[in-house]
């Protein structure tokens, strides 16, 4: 079933089904449970417990003990035995609690998962996809606040991978467990339960408001590599991701900016046609993240719009991450790239 | 400074002065080497439990040393693995090939024909031995001095060849360092380089083994130096927590690079002793005894195939050459160790076992290593003609970007074509010849 079918089929249903980003990855998980017997769920607390998001709720009780299982509080433990589970033949998909926390099994999955099918010329593969939810914007201090995605996309062979909407968050994690390779899929923590346009004083917006919060039931895949266009606009492009996407567009619709603003899902492989296409027409390009900014992906994208949109560029790329600081706790807001430090942006550019 | 409280000094304080304990091997160059404070027990003395026992009756068993062959070249004891003298002379015959080969390589490596070689020297039967005692598709989760389990398996070695010289016919495209073999057909895993990795990987293929009901186990082999690695910790315990029927191999061969094994920790206890602090059953095997080896590996391989669980074995060894062509051992340690080595040569030991029990002697011993000489040096002719490194014969361009994913993104693509524009550029005409 495509894209368009599924969600058609679901909206013809009667009232559409409609889940939160935590359901519809714990739907994601439940069907290719059932539909592929070398998937292996296993991490800290996820088992009887569902994890603590409660991602995997349920999944041990319905599929059994050495489908979905607890693990000792060892990151390199989890992400070692997967690449070994994945030379079997199984097909895991280790949870990480905490992207803070996937340090310990940094060398297991760079120098080991990353690049198995390289060494062996392709004997050995790693189909595995490390979950992990990421990001800040829920009082975690920091080290359960961080968006460490550039050190997955600086190293070859690894996909990264970041939703931003339920929907889109069940079918990109379908593709990637069916993908051959290692994936790293950062779940946006920040709007597991709920949108957040980044007034954090304001109540959050549920889930069942948001019009990709409706998910089909059953099987369907969003592919990787592939950028959604959240909406067409003519006054710039915006290039966003997770969290930063709902951001970035509340902020341009207080602001009355008509912006073109693209969702990229998938950070590397990059969907750089959609990227140049869209600054072709736009002619300005503002790049938003969460993460710390030097050395940031923002750094890429704004390289790569500089290389080869740079004859369509009316006006500098403008950069709006976090500050280069450890995530703070008390002052979480004044880190975070909210309304303030992206709508300065925007004026900046528009003024050009 | 009032408020600052004072550091450094314990003077004018009764408080007992600290001091750093900074490990020291006994013996460096220039010094005579004397291993009588090791005490290397009687061969046959070590009781043998049973295979099914708790972890903790193998509690004697982790710092006695298992032996079966005596200075009499006769096995004694419970641990005597009773293999037919057809067996051991196959045992003998890979011991003999790992040897020729290794030799014929290093020359090679020296002769420029490669970048890097490492040879196992005396660490034959830690390998052979113990890869003699799995099943053929069990599967292995080497370190890097393990080519004995290729060869006992039957990798070809004009394969080896072609993989240390980095050829046009390296099955791994020449992306990998010399020796870091891969061999899926002979459930061999994929050698990483970085060290300790392959453990906690070989107790999760282990898991899925026993997730499926499958009868496979795994095996893994870690150098003593390397388990102060968290991959190691994570693997033992991984492995304890679900039973894996996995075996930890600890080649303790007393040097990593110019490191004693101090450094890992082998002033304050065994390694085959922190099996205990797991749960898991530990052996301390003396790795120069290929029965032994082998013995010790069966009894892991028949409990871990009985789902009884994992064992941690300590092979008590002698790295009697350098670490790799890349070190020289003279400038760190004493060239005596190896001579006055207490557990000597496990070649030599096995040979005079055969020739104890009747069923070898010196001249078919003699026409056994030229013959293994001989398939070496035929390999290699035939490995060369896919050419060595750094002379052209390697896999074309485009192979470098191939497999870092399954199919190959626009950014690889681009990058690909800059590498064939850089070769069109530097070679205008084609490459000479």
């Not at chain 1, 829920?138 to 550039?150: D, N, V």
């Not at chain 1, 592939?226 to 606009?233: I, L, Q, T």
């Not at chain 1, 951001?247 to 969702?263: F, N, P, Q, S, W």
Request: proline residues 6%; glycine residues 8%; negative net charge.
């Amino acid at each position: 079933m495509s894209t368009k079918e599924a969600k058609d089929a679901a909206m013809t249903q009667g009232e559409p089904r409609r889940l939160n980003m935590i359901e519809a990855i714990n739907d994601a998980l439940d069907i290719m449970l059932a539909r592929d017997p070398d998937v292996i769920l296993l991490g800290e607390d996820i088992g009887y417990f569902g994890g603590v998001f409660r991602a995997t709720a349920g999944l041990q009780e319905k599929h059994g003990k050495t489908r979905v299982f607890d693990t000792p509080i060892s990151e390199c433990g989890i992400i070692g035995v997967a690449v070994g589970m994945g030379a079997y033949g199984l097909r895991p998909v280790p949870e990480i609690q905490f992207a803070d926390y996937i340090y310990p099994g940094l060398d297991q999955l760079i120098s080991e998962a990353a690049r198995l099918r390289y060494r062996s010329a392709g004997e050995y593969i790693a189909p595995m996809t490390v979950r992990s939810p990421f990001g800040g914007g829920i009082f975690g201090g920091q080290t359960h606040s961080q968006s460490p995605e550039a050190l997955f996309t600086h190293v070859a062979g690894l996909t990264t991978v970041i939703p931003s909407t339920p929907y889109d968050a069940k079918g990109l994690l379908i593709s990637a467990i069916e993908d051959n390779d290692p994936v790293i899929f950062f779940e946006p923590k920040r709007i597991y339960n709920g949108t957040f346009t980044g007034y954090y004083d304001k109540p959050v917006e549920p889930w069942k408001k948001h019009r990709d919060s409706v998910v089909p039931e059953g099987y369907y895949t969003v592919p990787l590599g592939k950028a959604r266009m959240v909406r067409e606009g003519e006054a710039l492009t915006v290039l966003a991701y997770g969290t930063m996407v709902h951001v970035a567009e509340a902020v341009c619709a207080e602001k009355g900016v008509d912006a073109e603003i693209l969702d990229l899902r998938t950070l590397v492989p990059l969907d750089i046609e959609a990227i140049e296409k869209s600054v072709a027409k736009t002619g300005k390009c503002m790049v938003v993240h969460e993460a710390t900014r030097t050395s940031g992906f923002g750094a890429e994208l704004s390289a790569l719009v500089q290389e080869r949109c740079f004859y369509h560029l009316e006006a500098p790329i403008e950069r709006v991450t976090g500050f280069d600081t450890p995530y703070p706790h008390s002052l979480e807001w004044a880190y975070f790239p909210g309304p303030v430090r992206i709508g300065e942006a925007l004026d900046k550019l528009l003024s050009e | 400074m009032a408020d600052t409280p004072e550091t450094g000094s314990a003077q004018g304080s009764n408080k007992p002065v600290l001091s750093l304990h900074v490990p020291e091997p006994k013996y460096r160059p220039g010094d005579t080497a004397d291993f009588s404070y090791l005490a290397i027990t009687e061969a046959g003395a070590q009781a043998r439990p049973d295979e099914a026992c708790h972890a903790s009756e193998t509690a004697a068993l982790t710092q006695d040393l298992i032996r079966v062959l005596g200075d009499d070249n006769i096995a004694h004891g419970p641990w005597d693995p009773k293999l037919d003298p057809e067996t051991l002379r196959q045992m003998l015959r890979h011991f003999a090939m790992v040897r020729a080969f290794d030799a014929r390589m290093y020359r090679g490596q020296r002769q420029g024909k490669t970048s890097f070689y490492m040879k196992c020297t005396g660490e034959e039967a830690t390998s052979i031995s113990a890869a003699m005692a799995l099943a053929s598709d069990d599967m292995v989760f080497p370190s890097y001095r393990q080519q004995g389990i290729l060869i006992m398996r039957g990798y070809p070695l004009v394969e080896m060849i072609n993989q240390i010289y980095s050829n046009r016919g390296d099955k791994l495209k020449g992306r990998q360092l010399p020796i870091m073999y891969s061999s899926r057909e002979h459930s061999f895993f994929s050698i990483s380089g970085n060290l300790a990795t392959q453990n906690p990987q070989a107790v999760g293929w282990a898991m899925a083994s026993a997730i499926k009901g499958d009868s496979r186990i795994a095996a893994t082999w870690v150098g003593e130096g390397s388990t102060a690695e968290g991959d190691f910790h994570s693997a033992c315990t991984f492995a304890a927590v679900y039973n894996a029927p996995v075996i930890i191999n600890v080649v303790n061969n007393q040097w990593a690079i110019s490191s004693f094994s101090g450094f890992a920790g082998a002033e304050r206890t065994t390694f085959a002793a922190r099996a205990l602090g797991y749960g898991i059953a530990g052996l301390r095997v003396d790795g120069n005894d290929p029965l032994a080896v082998y013995a010790a590996e069966r009894w892991a391989a028949n409990r871990a195939r009985a789902n009884c669980g994992p064992t941690l074995i300590e092979h008590f060894t002698y790295r009697a050459e350098g670490h790799s062509t890349s070190d020289d051992p003279s400038a760190y340690r004493s060239a005596h160790e190896e001579e006055e080595w207490p557990l000597g040569d496990p070649v030599n030991r096995l040979k005079k076992h055969l020739i104890a029990l009747g069923e070898w002697d010196e001249d078919r011993q003699a026409a056994m290593d030229v013959e293994c000489a001989e398939n070496v040096k035929a390999a290699t002719k035939e490995a060369e003609k896919n050419g060595i490194l750094g002379h052209g014969l390697h896999h074309p361009f485009h192979t470098m970007f191939e497999d870092v994913f399954e199919t190959l993104p626009w950014h690889l693509e681009e990058q690909a074509a800059q590498a064939i524009h850089e070769r069109e550029v530097k070679w205008p005409e084609g490459r000479p010849k």
